[in-house]
């Protein structure tokens, strides 16, 4: 018999005085969000009939064997997906991690070769074998590979060879394109920022230009576009204000309009985020966006702010789990965007993501914990590990491996990235 | 850009998993017997003007992870793409090739870039790529590749004359396409076409006052044509807000326009503006029009204007972030309540203000989400 669950905050009597005014004007934004919120209520009501007792629950299970099949094979459904093979490897490796699932050894050994395929004999990481260097998958394939954390996936990259393909993507602007001969976006910026902190390649000259380049996609709204001048977007926002967070520059924002915006992108009625203003809801913004807060609560701390919140992003921590755990889960595993969406490995991993920043306030010393439902549903914490010794920093992994074992793996062939960082000439680029 | 795996450079709508049951069978049937024709369509590897190349099959190593069901007709294109790639080949039947394998995955940029390559090396008629192009965005508007690729085209043809009207036909379909947006201010910016475009995005705004897109090209081409400093800009623009407002004053995007244009000059400093503001809250009780009205109260104490009662837009700030924590925006009763915080914290009596109702803070440098490690 389970005991009474505290109440749910889309359960409340005064929840519907949160559905979206039209001021009886219709547009197709108006319309478009009231159909979603019909069907978020349609949820809502199937789940009060059914859960009476019983709290929401994050379906393990399901999602541990959806997770643990596709890191095998995949329908060919995914054949739009054959130029971004490593990032189905992060996604899914970083969803186990976060369930705390271990990955087999031998699993884990066949992930670093296939890895080692995508690999581009001029560096970076491509698709799939055979294709070109791409940011997107170099830096997939790096977290996946941090993941695994065995000494075989450290040696897989070329670290030399990463830092010259990071130099054959710089523009003279201080942006990057994402791929030779491709396009120009504030991921890119990320991208590279990312894997070469990991790996610790940067040199004096690598991001020159870099951050003042980030800083011009600050607009209007206090987001950032993908490009100077674009809509303020929730994926761009992160990507741009993680990478000068890396780059140490992250007090050159004005965090005041980032902080307003980015709060203003949780749905009031159904609790996760949006990624634009005046779109709908979407369980991949659970990262990119409520992701944002985690980070400017350090940058704003940085800057001596005192009246930061000692248990609690600035966001409502509770709303989201409700909207991941009740909208975001398929039965049968996986997790998706909004109701009446196909599950997919990308949208697993953001929900999940976003999951954990929502349960987990702090960090070793300092923790706050709100767990939404059972207990069991607590995942991986992910923060963010900033030690100076180390230079590694993961916005999306997490380093503190629960093994110590694992932990000194890690650590030692960091130290190792760190000695073979003296084997690299720093040549005038 | 609303599906969301695009960002990684992929598109990725609506899949499903097939049982690996499922894809055992097809793959038995398959072998019993060859069939080189199916329905006319006939395999690259099949074909004699490719009998020449050895088509190369992907290698995915002896144990594969996140393997791909590919169909038979996705490797024969694939596995003859390599053999191309692999040989450097310039030719008409390379470039028919990666047709067909844009058609099977328009997400790979590898064949696009090859593409290209091709357009160049065999001097193709590049208003024929335009047409091409044209066709495949229309099928697929929300693709990375498409949209460079196009970006590619005009300006080797310096011709940007059918961009505008083109974004506008995608824009019809979908008012917010990011890709669109970004295509139609790139041509904008680099062929210096900003006539008509104020025109333009008030149609849009006619039609969704809601389209948050069309608010920020709004600021876009302002921006690059007359600016915001010159006082009759800025005054036409806060009285079309407002006029927006007042249509929906529920709409957040015509009020963080009001702010974001306003932000330099001053929130306070605008005359009228609290009055107009003040007037509008007898309508409707919009929690935009109370968060408007903190942003000003604040404007107001930031810049210790004369114009104000320091002590009433204080106390009158506090009062409408409790408010909101409170009653009308309790989603967001946090981020209220920490702005309520910093305004005692900056503007209040001097006692210091804690956190919460939470246990007194632990020593500072713990309340960092971050660390630096124990030594190992």
Known sequence: ?429 | MSSVEEISNSVAEDLEEDGVEEENTVEEAEMEYEEPVKGGYIFYRDRKEWADLEPVPQDDGPNPVVKIAYSEKFTDVFDMFRALLQNDEKSERAFALTTEAIDLNAANYTVWHYRRVLLQALDKDLREEMKYITAIIEDQPKNYQVWHHRRMVVEWLNDPSEELQFVAEILSQDAKNYHAWQHRQWVMQEYKLWDGELEYVEELLEEDVRNNSAWNQRHFVINHTSGYSDSSILDREVQYTLKQIKKAPHNESAWNYLNGILQDGGLSSFPGLLEQVTELQDTCSSPYLTAFLVDLYEDALETNSSSYDQQEMFNKALELCKFLAEEKDTIRREYWNYVSRSLQNTYGSGDPVSASSDPPPPPSSSQLPDMEPSDP
């Open chain 1, 1 to 429: 018999m389970e005991e009474a669950s505290p109440p749910l905050r889309c359960f409340s009597e005064s929840h519907s005085s949160e559905l979206f005014s039209d001021d009886g004007v219709q547009t197709v934004t108006s319309r478009e969000q009231r159909k979603v919120e019909r069907s978020i209520q349609e949820v809502y009501s199937v789940y009060q009939q059914i859960h009476t007792s019983s709290q929401p629950t994050l379906l393990r299970e399901q999602h541990y064997h959806y997770l643990k099949k596709g890191l095998r094979h995949l329908s060919d459904a995914y054949e739009c997906l054959d130029a971004s093979r490593p990032w189905l490897c992060y996604w899914i490796l970083h969803s186990l991690e976060l369930l705390e699932e271990p990955v087999p050894a031998a699993v884990a050994s066949d992930v670093c070769q296939f890895l080692a395929r995508c690999q581009s004999p001029t560096g970076g990481f491509s698709g799939g074998p055979c294709q070109h260097a791409h940011l997107a998958p170099t830096y997939a394939a790096v977290n996946a590979l941090c993941i695994l954390g065995t000494e075989e996936a450290y040696k897989v990259i070329n670290r030399e060879k990463l830092l010259d393909f990071l130099y054959s993507v710089k523009q003279p602007d201080g942006s990057f394109v994402m791929h030779v001969g491709g396009e120009v976006d504030v991921r890119s910026a990320y991208c590279a920022a990312s894997v070469a902190s990991l790996t610790n390649i940067i040199t004096p000259t690598l991001f020159d230009g870099t951050h003042n380049w980030i800083l011009s996609c600050q607009n209007w709204e206090g987001g950032l576009g993908g490009v100077p001048g674009l809509e303020a977007h929730g994926g761009y926002t992160f990507c741009g204000t993680a990478a000068l967070v890396i780059l140490g520059k992250e007090h050159m924002l004005d965090l005041k309009t980032l902080l307003r915006w980015v709060t203003s992108r949780q749905m009031r009625f159904e609790g996760g985020f949006q990624g634009r203003c005046n779109k709908l809801v979407d369980g991949c913004y659970s990262f990119w966006q409520a992701g944002l807060l985690p980070l400017l609560h350090r940058a704003l701390f940085k800057e001596g702010d005192s009246t930061l919140s000692v248990s609690s992003w600035m966001f409502e921590r509770k709303a989201l789990q409700e909207y991941i755990l009740l909208c975001c889960q398929n039965p049968g595993g996986g997790l998706l965007d909004k109701p009446g969406k196909s599950r997919d490995f990308y949208h697993t991993c953001y929900c999940l993501s976003g999951l954990s920043i929502a349960q987990h306030f702090g960090n070793k010393d300092l923790h706050n914990e709100l767990i939404l439902g059972r207990d069991e549903n607590r995942l991986l914490n992910v923060f963010i590990f900033l030690p100076s010794r180390h230079q590694l920093i993961q916005f999306t992994t997490s380093a503190q491996r629960r093994s110590p074992k694992r932990l000194n793996i890690s650590t030692g062939c960091l130290f190792q990235f760190r000695q073979n960082l003296h084997q690299v000439q720093w040549t005038s680029h």
